[in-house]
């Protein structure tokens, strides 16, 4: 019981820090743009921010021992709510220097509390079922955080008008919660030490597989962020949609996802993997391809909203199958590193997505396409290898 009500703490944690996180990063595109940054350089600081997540995160990984886990999270908490506060103040000012060093630092602490909750989690219980939650969490109170934003955007409660630098304040209170919530948490004491990379490194190096599967990932979230790393902003200028329209637009879609995903996995999975990551990409990249060609503005639109739903469909054979493969000793550290490398794709593939964003909508999909068609062929060859070291082992 005592186990339960640490672990309870920690996604109750998780969720006001994901309903922060929804409310606050559905906007914060909006907030640069409306404080004269223009499309490239908020592509760029988004990029940086990533890119810096990625050797923070691979920091943490390597040399911060588990038991210290927590107090790490509350100083990178307590951090994250100073610099949103700052934030707040620097709002319709010049100060774009800060504003920049703000924004980045932020994207950062944002990216290490969600690369750090599931270790957390493991000090008091490891699950299958417990990581679920995790994800479920996560996943559910942002889509409420972002639920919220697009209700009270635009509104005027109690005599204030809602914009997007009242959003961030309401986030930084949600965050301040999380952080609270947190303090209470009572780790035990551990001599384990948090998985040491280079360990899973060398496992990695033995295994073809693994390391195609992990191009295969570094790949896939370059073209779909190049696509959609700048959704509220295509969605607001190139549709002109409004903040609030274009918010319940994506949580809508979002939430189908869920349910298409979990509707793929125990009803529509061919038995074929060949024809599964054509259904989840080939189509895609179709869209993606008359998009580009017609440059339609309807037909964008569509492609956008299919690429969305089908994204966290048949998760269990573009990326179930590859995981499971290595023993469980290596799970957590593999998850770092899986991380690492999907944080480093979405980095280049925001930093394209700026650069096509100004030459028109129609080059970012283009560009994307690209990039598929590369990890369409790594998850074909993928699948050849598997079926290949399965026949292999049969004759043996």
Not at 46 to 72: C, D, H, P, Q, W
Not at 218 to 228: E, K, N, Q, Y
Not at 239 to 253: H, R
Not at 290 to 301: E, H, K, Q, Y
Request: proline content about 1%; charged content about 15%.
């Amino acid at each position: 019981m005592k186990q339960l009500k640490e672990e309870n703490k920690i996604l109750i944690m998780l969720a006001f820090f994901s309903i922060s996180i929804g409310l606050w990063g559905n906007f914060r595109q909006l907030w640069l743009q409306d404080n004269g940054f223009i499309v490239t350089q908020i592509s760029n600081i988004i990029s940086i921010g990533t890119f810096i997540s990625v050797i923070a995160i691979a920091f943490i990984g390597k040399y911060i021992r588990i038991e210290k886990l927590k107090n790490t999270l509350i100083v990178v908490l307590l951090v994250k709510m100073i610099n949103m506060l700052a934030l707040y103040y620097l709002n319709a000012t010049n100060h774009t220097t800060l504003i920049k060093i703000t924004i980045v630092l932020d994207i950062v602490m944002e990216y290490i509390v969600i690369t750090s909750i599931y270790p957390l989690l493991t000090t008091i219980r490891k699950s299958g079922t417990i990581y679920s939650k995790r994800k479920l969490t996560e996943y559910l109170f942002r889509d409420i955080g972002i639920l919220f934003g697009g209700i009270v955007i635009g509104k005027s409660v109690a005599g204030v008008l809602v914009n997007y630098n009242i959003c961030l304040i309401i986030s930084t209170v949600f965050l301040m919660i999380s952080i609270l919530t947190i303090i209470s948490i009572n780790i035990k004491s551990t001599n384990e030490k948090y998985q040491n990379n280079i360990s899973i490194w060398k496992v990695i190096k033995q295994s073809k597989i693994i390391i195609l599967y992990l191009l295969d990932v570094f790949i896939g979230r370059i073209a779909m962020s190049t696509a959609l790393g700048l959704k509220m902003l295509t969605l607001t200028n190139y549709f002109a949609f409004s903040d609030s329209f274009a918010t319940n637009y994506l949580l809508i879609v979002g939430l189908l996802a869920d349910i298409i995903g979990v509707i793929a996995l125990k009803y529509l999975t061919p038995k074929n993997d060949y024809v599964t990551i054509t259904i989840k990409f080939g189509i895609r990249l179709i869209g993606y391809i008359i998009a580009f060609v017609s440059n339609n503005i309807i037909i964008t639109l569509i492609a956008i909203t299919w690429s969305i739903l089908i994204s966290t469909a048949y998760e269990n054979i573009c990326d179930g199958i590859y995981i499971n493969r290595l023993d469980n000793c290596y799970q957590l550290s593999f998850a770092n590193v899986r991380y690492i490398i999907r944080f480093l794709g979405e980095a280049i593939g925001v930093f394209f997505c700026g650069i096509m964003y100004e030459l028109g909508l129609r080059y970012m999909f283009g560009l994307s396409a690209v990039f598929i068609i590369i990890q369409i062929s790594l998850a074909y060859y993928l699948i050849y290898l598997r079926r290949k070291e399965i026949d292999e082992k049969e004759i043996e």
